[in-house]
């Protein structure tokens, strides 16, 4: 194990130092067996494979072991299990320990990623086809459900499912029965499903991307894990973990990292999680000619921070935008519409519009409820300037229609 020396330049803390002189002030450890979270009561074969189910899971965090904890307890049902968090916080890994912990361990364990498939193809790649179901299908293909029948399914960024498809994924989920592209027979199967997705699967509800009763129907057993910034106290340890893989590939000796290089790295937000920090190791390890830790600090520029903060801005204003014109109807002008209520003027918000490469999608709706509120206003005027004795039109909303009712008038003065 690589010595986590960090004093060359200035003392480090005990716990990050190696030195264990009480359980009170042990080093933080690699947690591969699971013992923090193992159950007194547990059966056998579970405390069995433990081990093998965390192995690769580096980190003694609180955040850490609560995951690590919903993932014991969901793991021997069949439930479907949703994994929510961003890219390279381990969610694949997550999805094999469920698999290993289940009492399907002995199945087939069938990993496929949604986004790594065009569109157009990815009905094929899941449900399989007949020979002849398109120009090309040459055999018959058995698809990612199939393969995974009896065992589990692991679909990673589920998210960018088409919407079209999100229908024919949903009936597999409730009914466990599915046809094959260009077949009319039913094909049953018994899977286990997990998914995984970086994105807010909420919001895309919300702005109609994703499909409410498919994301309902994934969310009966969510497990949120956290960034590598919300867990700073496992980066020694993955740092030291990571140095040490990467040494040993490289044959080089390097037990020495420098308590300032260290604080630097637990101080850095890690956009890109434990992914990223594990990239910077193996670059730190190929530019190190000594026995010290080489890291390249100037890697870590806080313009990166500062545009994905930006980005969020961005998205903050863009999403508080489009509310507003919801609210309002698509107003945007008038002492009624969207640029007072936001305290701009109508051209400003029409240039952010544009600037927020809303246009499109804001622009259509923008005209489509322009058009309505012109014929609505035009028929609020017929109704003030009808003559008196004269048939009206009484209008009735109903599943967003306009009906009229004529009733006569005969009798009733302006």
């Keep these: 194990m690589a010595s986590a020396v960090y004093g060359m330049q200035s003392s480090w803390p005990a716990k990050w130092s190696g030195e264990s002189k009480s359980a009170g002030d042990a080093p933080m450890e690699i947690v591969r067996s699971g ?19 965390f192995e690769g899971m580096i ?74 179901a398109f120009t090309g299908a040459i055999t018959r293909k058995i698809g990612r459900f199939e393969l995974a029948d009896k065992g589990t399914l692991f679909l990673d960024e589920v998210g960018d499912i088409p919407l079209e498809l999100q229908a024919k994924l949903l009936r597999v989920l409730q009914e466990q029965e599915f046809e094959r592209l260009g077949s009319t027979q039913t094909q049953r199967v018994d899977v286990r499903f997990i998914a995984a997705t970086n994105r ?36 020694p340890v993955l740092v030291e973990f990571f140095l040490q893989e990467f040494s040993r590939r490289m044959n080089k000796q390097i037990d020495t990292i420098l308590a300032s290089t260290m604080e630097r790295l637990i101080e850095y937000s890690w956009p890109g999680n434990i992914r990223e920090l594990q990239n910077f190791i193996e670059r730190a390890v190929i530019l190190s000619t000594g026995s010290t830790l080489g890291a390249p600090l100037e890697d870590l520029k806080s313009p990166v921070e500062t545009t994905l903060v ?3 801005l961005k998205q903050a204003e863009s999403g508080h935008i489009l509310k507003v014109l919801r609210e309002t109807r698509w107003v945007v002008g008038g ?48 109704w003030e300037q009808r003559p008196p004795g004269e048939a009206i039109a009484l209008r009735s909303y109903e599943h967003g229609r306009d009906q009229r009712i004529w009733k006569s008038n005969k009798n009733q003065k302006r």
Aim: charge should be positive; aromatic fraction near 4%; include cysteine.
């Design 35 to 53: 013992e923090d979270i193992a159950e007194s009561d547990a059966s056998p074969a579970t405390e069995e494979s433990i081990p093998r189910a």
């Design 59 to 132: 980190g003694a965090s609180e955040a850490l072991k609560r995951v690590l904890a919903h993932v014991k307890t969901v793991a021997p049902t069949d439930a479907t299990v949703l994994l929510e968090g961003e890219t390279g916080t381990g969610k694949e890994l997550i999805s094999q320990a469920i698999h290993t912990l289940s009492q399907r361990r002995a199945r087939k364990f069938v990993k496929f990623n949604c986004a790594a498939i065009p569109p157009g193809l990815l009905e094929s790649e899941l449900f399989g086809h007949e020979r002849g």
């Design 200 to 235: 807010n699967l909420a919001e895309m509800v919300s702005s109609k991307e994703f499909r409410d009763d498919l994301y309902f129907r994934l969310k009966v057993f969510p497990i949120a894990i956290p960034p590598l910034r919300e867990r700073k106290e496992d980066i």
């Design 310 to 312: 930006a980005a969020t």
């Design 335 to 382: 002492p009624r519409g969207a640029a007072v209520r936001l305290g701009l003027k109508r051209t400003t918000l029409m240039g952010k519009m544009r600037r927020l490469r809303k246009l499109t999608q804001v622009s259509g709706s923008w005209h489509r409820a322009q058009k309505e509120n012109r014929l609505s206003a035009t028929k609020e005027r017929i």
